[in-house]
């Protein structure tokens, strides 16, 4: 994902200056993005952030209110026909028949697409081995679990065999052990060469990604890959359990003069030196239950970049990945 895009051969999303409002609530603020082929990226954010809404508009399902965006150098709205033949996605929301078994949404699928006999059938065969779905083929999607019904999302997305691949909260909802499987699936896919594309709130589990960008009141506010992002903090991180965080953070900034940021129940600073740490904790004793000290994480970078981790994003520290 690049802040300036350009259309070359390598971009299969390019979006720009996009722009949506839902009445007075303005959704995106001209986005300006490119995700390259063959990529697995994240966009993060806290709930009305804008990651929805572009999804919606990638995958042609809202009609942006201004700018211009293109999936594999198709125009989402004039060429939107185009478009949903090459793309897979997973919503949200679930979108399987629950009254028919897994074989036959797939097979509705398939259809969907114009695929028929045997290589429909091979279609659906190919699925159900890369994700272990086989000895559900006659199941009730009812009948299913959580995560075996994002399975059966994720096969039915890929069946036709997308170029590119959307996801919105792929793992919402799911225990540490599906979301785990899920994301090695995600990136088996992403090494056949399918580009994808997802949002989320788990911070940690998108340390796979190629590239991540956040995306916090209708704005690209950072972006770039996981590592690079964490090592531009510069230091560890030194995280303070207050009892009253908002007076912590005023001390902290009247008396030592460094600018910390306030992440729930702790506060946490910058590249702080070991004894500006022990200092905070011999004067402000009666105001730290805790201190913990850590290389930067998403977290932290997310936190630095909108001036906040609002509660519906999910830390690292509270996240699974295998």
Not at 41 to 58: D, Y
Not at 95 to 118: C, K
Not at 172 to 188: H, K, N, S, Y
């Amino acid at each position: 994902m690049t802040a300036a895009p350009a259309m070359n051969g390598e971009a299969a999303l390019v979006a720009t200056g996009i722009a949506h409002a839902y009445g007075d609530v303005q959704a995106l603020r001209g986005v300006d993005f490119a995700v390259q082929r063959g990529t697995l990226v994240a966009l993060l954010g806290p709930n009305g952030g804008g990651k929805t809404t572009l999804l919606r508009i990638l995958t042609t399902l809202t009609v942006p209110q201004g700018g211009v965006a293109r999936v594999l150098g198709l125009d989402v709205v004039r060429q939107r026909a185009a478009v949903r033949r090459r793309i897979g996605v997973v919503f949200q929301s679930p979108a399987l028949d629950l009254r028919l078994t897994v074989r036959e949404n797939l097979r509705h699928h398939g259809h969907l697409y114009g695929r028929r006999g045997r290589d429909l059938e091979q279609r659906i065969a190919t699925v159900f081995e890369r994700f272990g779905l086989g000895v559900y083929s006659g199941a009730r999607v009812a009948t299913l679990s959580g995560g075996w019904r994002r399975r059966v999302e994720l096969a039915k997305a890929l069946l036709p065999e997308p170029e590119v691949l959307l996801l919105d909260e792929p793992t919402v909802g799911l225990d540490p052990t599906a979301r785990q499987e899920l994301w090695r699936e995600f990136e088996r896919i992403r090494e056949r060469g399918t580009t994808v594309l997802l949002t989320s709130h788990l911070l940690d589990e998108v340390e796979a990604c190629d590239r991540v960008a956040i995306l916090d009141r209708g704005r690209i506010v950072v972006e770039g890959e996981p590592a690079k992002l964490c090592a531009a903090l510069g230091g560890d991180i030194v995280r303070f359990e207050a009892r009253d965080p908002a007076r912590l953070a005023s001390l902290l900034i009247e008396r030592c003069g460094v600018q910390p940021v306030v992440t729930g129940d702790s506060v946490h600073v910058e590249g702080v030196s070991p004894e500006l740490a022990r200092r905070v904790l011999l004067e402000f004793q009666d105001e730290v239950r805790s201190v913990t000290w850590a290389r930067p994480t998403l977290a932290d970078v997310f936190a630095h970049a909108v001036d906040r981790l609002p509660a519906d994003v999910e830390p690292a520290a509270t996240a699974v990945r295998a």
